[in-house]
């Protein structure tokens, strides 16, 4: 299916995910429930408006019954994601309620939209290719090292000097340093489960890839904003979102992106651990 340069099917997709920010970054709950609710009622309007008019040829039997994914019940998926996290507050902590807010939010907000895609509306618009894309080349294992370069060189002056390591929780024993190392890492692997896999890959089936890409990227760099990644932050968050939605488009592999996300989260977990305790890991940052 040859997707249109423009459609205006990207506004009920704009209106979903601006939701993101009124949760997460102006913090106004009712506001994202009205964005949500406006953007699948614009999406239902304009799909029985299509229903309604003339065939379009992807919708065309004789052109092989090939027929346009709902609008509706994929917004409906990322809606439903995103409304389950903004049940609980992002702020970081690491006692065990919290921990296991998290666990339950986050991993709910991943499991709810494929199940009602799996089992409800029954197709697989929501998949999780950990073996996808082949052996990596050349410049995939570079990329890698890169990464590890990059956040050595950035992330240090980035938290220290704007001071958002306060942001995240002091973590002064082996045993909050062991929370946080568990904690970073599987809130980097549910990023790309959630802000690529479910947003990025349901947004694609409608839209070009430059368009999913910046919606994704809304998402993304929203959440991160609550997580604790202020400041000047978005400068960091917005081209490491539009990176792994390119990266993932280009390998179709979750496991790169993935691995790709906890280089970077591990390099943030060593900062952290750093800031909070002046003295320890000072030769291994310039900050």
Same mark, same amino acid.
């Given at each position: 299916?040859?997707?249109?340069?423009?459609?205006? +099917?990207?506004?009920?997709?704009?209106?979903?995910?601006?939701?993101?920010?009124?949760?997460?970054?102006?913090?106004?709950?009712?506001?994202?429930?009205?964005?949500?609710?406006?953007?699948?009622?614009?999406?239902?309007?304009?799909? +029985?408006?299509?229903?309604?008019?003339?065939?379009?040829?992807?919708?065309?039997?004789?052109?092989?019954?090939?027929?346009?994914?709902?609008?509706?019940?994929?917004?409906?998926?990322?809606? &439903?994601?995103?409304?389950?996290?903004?049940?609980?507050?992002?702020?970081?902590?690491?006692?065990?309620?919290?921990?296991?807010?998290?666990?339950?939010?986050?991993?709910?907000?991943?499991?709810?939209?494929?199940?009602?895609?799996?089992?409800?509306?029954?197709?697989?618009?929501?998949?999780?290719?950990?073996?996808?894309?082949?052996?990596?080349?050349?410049?995939?294992?570079?990329?890698?090292?890169?990464?590890?370069?990059?956040?050595?060189?950035?992330?240090?002056?980035?938290?220290?000097?704007?001071?958002?390591?306060?942001?995240?929780?002091?973590?002064?024993?082996?045993?909050?340093?062991?929370?946080?190392?568990?904690?970073?890492?599987?809130?980097?692997?549910?990023?790309?489960?959630?802000?690529?896999?479910?947003?990025?890959?349901?947004?694609?089936?409608?839209? +070009?890839?430059?368009?999913?890409?910046?919606?994704?990227?809304?998402?993304?760099?929203?959440?991160?904003?609550?997580?604790?990644?202020?400041?000047?932050?978005?400068?960091?968050?917005?081209?490491?979102?539009?990176?792994?939605?390119?990266?993932?488009?280009?390998?179709?592999?979750?496991?790169?992106?993935?691995?790709?996300?906890?280089?970077?989260?591990? &390099?943030?977990?060593?900062?952290?651990?750093?800031?909070?305790?002046?003295?320890?890991?000072?030769?291994?940052?310039?900050?």
């Amino acid at each position: 299916m040859t997707l249109p340069a423009w459609s205006w +099917r990207l506004a009920p997709a704009l209106l979903v995910c601006l939701a993101a920010p009124a949760f997460f970054v102006a913090r106004i709950p009712w506001l994202g429930w009205v964005l949500l609710a406006g953007g699948l009622v614009v999406a239902w309007l304009i799909e +029985r408006r299509d229903a309604d008019g003339p065939s379009a040829p992807d919708d065309d039997p004789a052109a092989g019954g090939i027929r346009r994914p709902s609008l509706v019940r994929d917004l409906s998926l990322i809606a &439903v994601g995103l409304l389950i996290v903004s049940v609980i507050d992002l702020k970081a902590e690491l006692d065990n309620l919290s921990m296991l807010r998290f666990t339950l939010a986050l991993g709910g907000a991943v499991a709810v939209p494929y199940v009602i895609s799996r089992w409800v509306y029954r197709d697989r618009a929501i998949r999780f290719p950990w073996r996808g894309g082949g052996r990596w080349s050349a410049f995939q294992w570079t990329w890698l090292v890169a990464v590890l370069g990059l956040g050595w060189l950035i992330l240090p002056f980035y938290f220290i000097t704007s001071g958002v390591y306060l942001n995240w929780p002091v973590v002064d024993t082996p045993e909050l340093i062991a929370r946080l190392f568990v904690g970073v890492g599987a809130v980097g692997i549910w990023d790309e489960l959630f802000f690529i896999c479910t947003c990025f890959a349901l947004l694609r089936r409608h839209f +070009r890839f430059w368009q999913a890409n910046t919606l994704q990227a809304v998402v993304f760099v929203s959440f991160l904003w609550e997580l604790g990644y202020k400041a000047w932050g978005p400068l960091l968050t917005i081209p490491f979102a539009l990176l792994q939605g390119f990266i993932f488009m280009k390998t179709r592999s979750l496991t790169y992106v993935v691995t790709v996300h906890l280089l970077f989260d591990a &390099v943030v977990f060593l900062v952290l651990v750093h800031a909070h305790n002046p003295g320890v890991l000072d030769g291994l940052f310039l900050v």
